[in-house]
């Protein structure tokens, strides 16, 4: 495994060049999620029952659409790295998302379920622990399309024994431009979340190659 820098370094080189279409891509996840889940709350009366079905509404776009966008994002941005990349990235999120969509949103379902519950019973730690658990599954089912989603977890879970500080402490590396990015009213995280992904997406990519044992 490389060090933390030389893998922000890798994601950097593999964006060379493509920074305005990745954005897009970025742009239009995080955009919806401000648009489903945030505007509602500044338009509608909290008190009132209809600010509750929005917000319910929400939650059911967020694993439906959002998430499985996010999941299809993360795996344009591993073609990327991996040079295998064969139409524009957001033509590929889209190709990805309806393709694989109802394996992502199982997958969504069960984490968030398993990650919400540990985290609840244990003041937040079990949760972030089983969440670097669970990290590897967006890629493992575009990898692996015999894999079910359950079968994803078991074997991201298999693959992060050892390693999910690694990854925990290399996510840290980013916390200046999370802050930045707050600091622009969030305008950053346009940039840095392609950012992130890409540099996972290279950790994922070693991480394969290391422990995993193709038959």
Same mark, same amino acid.
């Given at each position: ?23 897009? &891509? ?5 955009? @919806? ?23 319910? &509404? ?18 344009? @941005? ?11 990235? !957001?033509?590929?999120? /889209?190709?990805? /998302? ?9 997958? &969504?379902?069960?984490? *968030? ?26 890629? !493992? ?31 840290? *590396? ?8 707050? !600091? ?5 995280? /346009? ?7 890409? *540099? ?16």
């Amino acid at each position: 495994m490389k060090e933390y820098a030389e893998y922000r370094a890798a994601a950097r080189e593999t964006l060379v060049g493509r920074w305005g279409e990745v954005i897009v &891509m970025s742009f239009i996840v995080i955009g @919806l999620a401000v648009l489903i889940n945030v505007v509602p709350s500044f338009c509608v009366d909290p008190t009132n029952s209809w600010a509750l079905g929005l917000s319910g &509404m929400g939650t059911v776009f967020a694993v439906l659409l959002i998430g499985p966008l996010e999941y299809a994002m993360c795996n344009v @941005l591993l073609a990327m790295k991996r040079n295998t990349l064969e139409d524009t990235p !957001l033509a590929t999120m /889209f190709q990805l /998302f309806s393709k694989d969509w109802s394996r992502y949103v199982v997958a &969504m379902v069960l984490i *968030t379920i398993i990650v919400c519950i540990a985290a609840f019973f244990t003041l937040g730690i079990l949760g972030v622990i089983l969440a670097y658990a669970y990290k590897m599954v967006p890629y !493992l089912l575009r990898d692996y399309p015999e894999l079910s989603a359950k079968e994803a977890m078991k074997m991201s879970r298999e693959m992060m024994k050892g390693y999910k500080w690694d990854l925990f402490v290399l996510d840290l *590396t980013f916390i200046g431009w999370f802050i930045l990015s707050m !600091l622009t009213f969030g305008i950053g995280f /346009f940039w840095l979340t392609p950012y992130i992904y890409t *540099t996972e997406a290279h950790f994922y990519d070693d991480l394969k190659a290391e422990v995993v044992v193709e038959e």
